[in-house]
């Protein structure tokens, strides 16, 4: 019995050398702990790249979108400008052709008013 208790004390002998020391455990759990921060590193940086390209984008949108809308209103304000002036140039022309027709209208009702009209036979 002596001679099989010596090889299975001397076997768990080995057993117990050969597995990681502490220090060796410790240095994997740094090791893992660093990889894990580096990996979350590279995963933030690159979500950040990712929202700065994202809010590029959308403000290179919304500058497009707003020089469009400024386009539309300057056509439209420059379709009004010419409209009125158009309106402005038809009024005028209008007033003119008034003018003129009531000028036409004394005149024809000058020429049938009698010249020599005495005291007494007019309307009054």
């Known amino acids: 019995m002596k ?10 002998a080995i057993l117990t050398s050969c597995g990681p020391s502490k220090e ?17 590193k590279k995963i933030q940086d690159e979500l950040d790249e990712r929202m700065k390209a994202m809010q590029d984008s959308i403000t290179e ?11 539309q209103v300057d056509d439209v304000k420059d379709q009004l400008e010419k409209k009125s002036d ?25 020429a049938k008013k009698p010249e020599n009209v005495k005291a007494g036979q007019g309307k009054g």
């Open 24 to 40: 060796d455990l410790a240095k994997r759990q740094d090791e893992m702990a660093d990889s894990i921060q580096s990996m979350n």
């Open 61 to 71: 949108a919304a500058k497009a979108t707003n020089e469009n809308m400024q386009n």
């Open 3 to 12: 001679k099989t208790i010596l090889p299975i004390i001397a076997a768990l």
């Open 86 to 110: 158009q309106a402005e140039k038809n009024a005028d022309a209008t007033k003119k052709e008034l003018d003129k027709l009531k000028k036409e209208n004394q005149k024809k009702e000058d």
